[in-house]
């Protein structure tokens, strides 16, 4: 693969993915002709302000067009595979506070569009009589009117772009392994500060802060800085309480770079070595993750790659003591999901949790039901494998209630560990023909990370 700055320097492949959604189009309806019709995120303002909203450009549209400028459309005849971008006009009056907009002949050297127009001339583009128009539920615009065309649909382009989401090209990838990287060098700077640091903010300023200074200037989720036993709230976002008297740091953090995510999870002793009990829970969850891991290929099925997961986990748990009973029974009476109540992982791209991954939350099978991705995986898909055991009172009291439960787990020897909080490790990895390539780079060896902190 060349080097990524290397394939960065080169469009978006906007008219590449155009071409891949009109073919899987065309797998469920053959005799598909018309115009796909796609809308970018409009200009908003904050409630009784006058100030603009955070601005987050539309997926779907992003995905054929590359471009992140705010009220803009877009079209692309089936026919001819002409794809049209139309952009906002200058307006004067927001020149003066904004500067000049990028300009038609700008925007057509740097979008992989056939032409750039302005946003006034959309209503004139719709005219001309077509068979179809291929447009995404509610993201029509009230002034837009599909007077002239005999079929509208607004259901198979957004499952469309949705499955065509999960194999990513060349500069996807790339796009994926600068966050990763931007994002390495903010993880990689927390464990050296989380030492002296006194707060959970403290740390969350200073990965948002790096990722900024590095290239990624959103963040492609909001970040999870859980300390002690906050870090056994999977999705904590408090990030305002003392570090002093924890014993460990959950950081669940990933720069967004041009609208791409990365998702990157590390656990690591506040003090610079981690307590038996804290390294115990560690040992079990890399285990989990590295077989997990090695387990990846093209066609691998995801349930069992979780399954295994599960299995580990029983494993290591049993031999702490914290579970007892045979290992089969335990499987079979789902008691692991009080400990590892989560998925493996999802698929990643420009959503943190993307599009295509056919989960099943109505599954009865506790073991299950919250995994993002269900079935074989593709070469070319982005997935995070991020297992994790936690010690949640909330989670697990019920199970120590219900005797089914309650007889495989040893409340004595569990009492030594709710300090611990939580353990989640979590790549992002890329799926191959024969095995995988992990695009996440941030130390996870625990002699390493002591390291780090102990500069």
Not at 97 to 119: I, K, R
Not at 274 to 285: G, K, L, M, Q
Not at 358 to 381: E, Q
Request: aromatic letters at 10%; proline letters at 4%.
């Amino acid at each position: 693969m060349a080097d990524v700055d290397t394939i960065l320097a080169g469009k978006y492949p906007a008219k590449a993915h155009a071409r891949a959604v009109v073919k899987w189009m065309r797998e469920k309806n053959p005799n598909l002709t018309g115009l796909l019709y796609l809308e970018g995120q409009k200009t908003r303002m904050i409630e009784d302000n006058d100030s603009e909203a955070p601005f987050r450009q539309r997926r779907y549209f992003y995905y054929l067009t590359g471009c992140q400028l705010p009220d803009s459309y877009f079209t692309y005849d089936i026919e001819t595979e002409k794809s049209t971008l139309f952009i906002p006009p200058i307006d004067p009056e927001s020149v003066i506070w904004s500067g000049l907009p990028l300009s038609e002949d700008e925007a057509l050297s740097m979008y992989d569009v056939d032409t750039v127009c302005t946003t006034n001339e959309v209503a004139a583009a719709l005219v001309h009589p077509s068979s179809a128009v291929w447009a995404i539920e509610n993201q029509v615009s009230d002034h837009i009117t599909f007077l002239n065309f005999n079929e509208k649909d607004f259901a198979l382009l957004k499952l469309a772009i949705e499955e065509c989401r999960v194999i990513k090209d060349e500069y996807e990838i790339a796009l994926t392994r600068k966050a990763n990287d931007i994002s390495t060098i903010a993880h990689t700077a927390v464990l050296k500060a989380v030492k002296t640091a006194s707060n959970e903010r403290e740390l969350e300023a200073l990965f948002i802060q790096t990722c900024i200074a590095n290239g990624a200037r959103e963040q492609a989720y909001h970040s999870i800085v859980a300390s002690g036993t906050a870090g056994a709230t999977l999705h904590y976002v408090n990030n305002a309480q003392p570090l002093q008297g924890k014993l460990n740091l959950l950081l669940d953090a990933g720069g967004e770079y041009q609208c791409y995510a990365s998702d990157i999870t590390r656990a690591f002793p506040i003090s610079g070595k981690f307590s038996t009990e804290s390294r115990a829970i560690y040992d079990i969850v890399l285990e989990m993750q590295l077989v997990c891991i090695d387990m990846l290929k093209e066609g691998v099925i995801w349930d069992h790659v979780h399954l295994k997961a599960h299995e580990i986990a029983i494993e290591g748990l049993l031999k702490l003591g914290i579970l007892q009973g045979a290992k089969e029974d335990i499987m079979r009476t789902r008691t692991s999901v009080a400990f590892f109540p989560h998925g493996l992982g999802h698929y990643l791209g420009m959503d943190t949790h993307d599009t295509g991954g056919h989960a099943n939350y109505a599954d009865k099978d506790t073991i299950f039901r919250y995994l993002r991705v269900r079935g074989a995986l593709p070469a070319g898909a982005i997935i995070t494998v991020e297992p994790g055991i936690y010690f949640c009172r909330f989670i697990i009291e019920p199970y120590l209630r219900d005797p089914v439960h309650a007889a495989y787990i040893n409340f004595d020897v569990l009492n030594k560990y709710w300090d611990v909080g939580g353990v989640r490790i979590e790549d992002n990895l890329l799926i191959t023909k024969d095995g995988y390539v992990n695009l996440t780079t941030a130390v996870k060896d625990v002699a390493e990370m002591e390291k780090l902190i102990n500069v």
